[in-house]
Every structure is written in C-alpha cells, then in structure tokens.
C-alpha cells in the first residue's frame, strides 16, 4: 500500500515549525529555550522552566530509551490494516524530552522498557515527517533495578 493512499496530518503553529526543522534538514529537532537552553515536547509558546517566550529548534541526536509503548494489532484505517501489529514508542530522549514514535524494525515482541532506540525522521510532504523508532544497537542497554541490585551484590 503506497504512502498516497494515507491521510497525511497537517500539522499547524508550533507543531508546523516542529515538522518543518525535520523536513528541511531530514533530522530531527526539538524546541529549546532560548533563555535556559531546556529542551521541551511537544513545542510550547512559553517555556515551562522559566517561561521565556524565545526559543529555536535544535538538532537533538534521537538518541534514547523506551519509556513505554503499545502495540497495536488492529486499525480502523484501511491504509494502514497491512501495517499491524505495530509499535508506538513513547521514548525518553538523551536531551530531556519524550516523543511519540512508530517502531520500524524491531520485533514488537522484543520491545521492552529501557531498550536503547532512535529516532529518524522521514519525510513526507514538506510539513510533515514520520517519526520512526529505530534499534540503537551501539548503545549498552539501560539496566533494570533488579540488574543493578544484582551487580552490587
Ligand atoms: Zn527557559
């Protein structure tokens, strides 16, 4: 099923400028305060640190761990029906922030907290970008607390 047949979100404001970063550099970015250099997302008018109204949207390495995710194993979206199960990945990035993700390689059976993944950025039109979650093979795996309880044994 090709992408065309997909209904493509139109992303608006501060969401526009979020996709934006990522279509025109094919990476992705997130807000950061001008003022205290916080990363925050989804992307806000004022700061939530210290309520600056000035900010950019910086290049961040995608880098980071899975916080919590879904599978899915049904969609009312006939596009999309060849596509389950599927993965939606709530990832902790490396910079602060957590971003809402779709796992793109990796066995949705094998996907559990702490996995250390990526984020990439595919672009669609030039105001939107899928957001995928990739494996992050060159990173060491976070440990549960069971694990570290057992090293300090
Ligand atoms: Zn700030």
């Not at 400028?17 to 997130?30: I, N, P, Y």
């Not at 990035?93 to 390689?105: N, Q, S, Y």
């Not at 093979?137 to 090293?151: L, V, Y």
Request: contains cysteine.
């Amino acid at each position: 099923m090709s992408t065309a047949d997909k209904q493509i979100p139109r992303p608006a404001e501060l969401d526009l400028e979020f996709f934006q970063a990522a279509t025109s550099t094919g990476e992705l970015h997130v807000q950061k305060c001008a003022d205290c250099s916080d990363h925050h997302h989804p992307p806000r008018l004022y700061c939530p640190r210290c309520f600056s109204d000035r900010y950019v949207f910086e290049k961040v390495s995608g880098r980071g761990t899975v916080y919590s995710y879904t599978v899915s194993h049904f969609t009312t979206e006939k596009a999309w029906k060849d596509e389950v199960p599927w993965a939606t990945i709530v990832v902790q990035l490396d910079e602060g922030p957590r971003l809402v993700g779709t796992a793109r390689g990796i066995d949705p059976g094998a996907i559990r907290i702490g996995l250390p993944v990526r984020v990439v950025t595919e672009t669609v039109t030039d105001d939107f970008a899928y957001l995928w979650v990739e494996a992050d093979a060159g990173a060491e795996p976070e440990k549960t607390g069971n694990e570290r309880a057992e090293e300090a044994r």
